[in-house]
């Protein structure tokens, strides 16, 4: 079976499960897996990968509107060489002081791949589930979406020509502040909430699921990040990467449409409303057509 069927299988056997965190007396603990071949392009420096390793669990910490504690990671490689374990650490410290956690450490394992495994650590009295989105609400999404495909591109072209130029600016590209803080605003507000690692396309049809509704989505308001559009040949394979490639850490949430724009000034970054609740006989709609197919994503987060 392929990782989506393993998860439901798992879901089946495992209760409360389905969230992007497990919420256990206030303290919200998750983890995630991240290997060389599938998640570090060629040209990703040490300290990128510390940065996004630990990320993408405290990105699953911010979907549940929780604050950040503590994070650590389990480093595996071939071999230990001082440079990069020391970038290592300070990508992973540098992220977690961002959003105001810890880096508290880990654990060193020889293995034939560079891999990470990390757990992140929070706290929060009203987890936001994947569950809650109503009728009539706004379904919504933080910052733009495209930056991980645009990197990927650079780092390609970073590995064919030798541009160091590109693979420095790739580096950039996948390193992404967690929505630490703009989850705990949305919290008191959400209705249901998860982040997009696995792209918006197959967020959006995981909080269907979840939640028992349907949504219909305007393309045009989708935010497409300028780096992909840079690396795209134009507007239809830019809005393709933003919204099937995935592990972009932004935060889809359903917020009632009446508190849209107290929302917007609380939360502190960009927020764009790109589509709306329905009932669950209204499947998923962009630009009022059933879409043909869920979409692609690089990886399941």
């Given at each position: 079976?392929?990782?989506?069927a393993?998860l ?10 389905g969230d ?5 007396d206030g303290?919200?603990?998750?983890t995630?897996m ?19 390793s630990v ?6 910490v911010?979907?549940?509107g ?6 650590v ?21 540098d992220?977690?002081?961002a959003v105001g956690?810890?880096?508290v ?6 293995h ?10 929070g ?12 009728l009539g609400?706004?379904v919504c999404?933080?910052?733009?979406l495209?930056?991980?495909?645009a990197a990927l591109?650079?780092f390609?072209r970073?590995a064919r020509?030798?541009?160091?130029d ?13 929505r630490?803080a703009?989850?705990?605003?949305l ?5 249901a909430m998860?982040?997009?690692s696995d792209?918006?396309a ?5 909080l269907?699921?979840a939640?028992?509704?349907g ?7 989708i935010?497409?990040d300028e ?9 239809d ?5 933003a919204t099937t490639?995935?592990?972009?850490f932004?935060?889809?949430v ?5 508190e ?7 939360v502190?970054v960009?927020?764009?409303?790109v589509?709306?609740v329905?009932g ?6 962009v630009?009022?057509q059933a879409?043909?197919?869920?979409g692609k994503?690089h990886g399941?987060?």
């Amino acid at each position: 079976m392929d990782e989506r069927a393993a998860l439901a299988l798992l879901e089946g056997e495992l209760h409360p499960a389905g969230d992007d965190a497990a919420v256990v007396d206030g303290l919200v603990v998750t983890t995630d897996m991240l290997h060389e071949r599938t998640d570090f392009p060629s040209g990703t420096t040490r300290y990128t990968a510390g940065w996004r390793s630990v990320g993408a669990s405290l990105s699953d910490v911010a979907a549940m509107g929780a604050s950040a504690t503590a994070a650590v990671a389990a480093y595996a490689a071939p071999e230990f060489r001082e440079e990069e374990l020391l970038a290592f650490v300070r990508g992973a410290r540098d992220v977690c002081e961002a959003v105001g956690g810890e880096y508290v450490g880990g654990d060193l394992d020889g293995h034939d791949e560079f891999t990470v495994a990390t757990t992140a650590i929070g706290r929060t009295d009203d987890p936001v589930p994947r569950s809650g989105a109503r009728l009539g609400d706004a379904v919504c999404v933080t910052g733009t979406l495209g930056r991980s495909a645009a990197a990927l591109e650079l780092f390609r072209r970073g590995a064919r020509e030798d541009d160091p130029d590109a693979r420095e600016r790739a580096n950039e590209l996948f390193r992404f502040e967690p929505r630490i803080a703009a989850g705990r605003a949305l919290a008191s507000h959400a209705t249901a909430m998860m982040d997009s690692s696995d792209g918006l396309a197959r967020s959006l049809h995981q909080l269907a699921e979840a939640s028992d509704c349907g949504f219909a989505v305007d393309s045009a308001a989708i935010p497409v990040d300028e780096a992909v559009q840079s690396v795209s040949e134009n507007d239809d394979e830019a809005l393709e990467r933003a919204t099937t490639f995935g592990e972009d850490f932004e935060l889809v949430v359903t917020v009632p449409e009446a508190e849209l724009e107290a929302v917007r000034e609380a939360v502190g970054v960009p927020l764009s409303r790109v589509g709306g609740v329905v009932g669950p006989d209204g499947g998923i709609t962009v630009d009022d057509q059933a879409p043909a197919g869920g979409g692609k994503t690089h990886g399941e987060g």
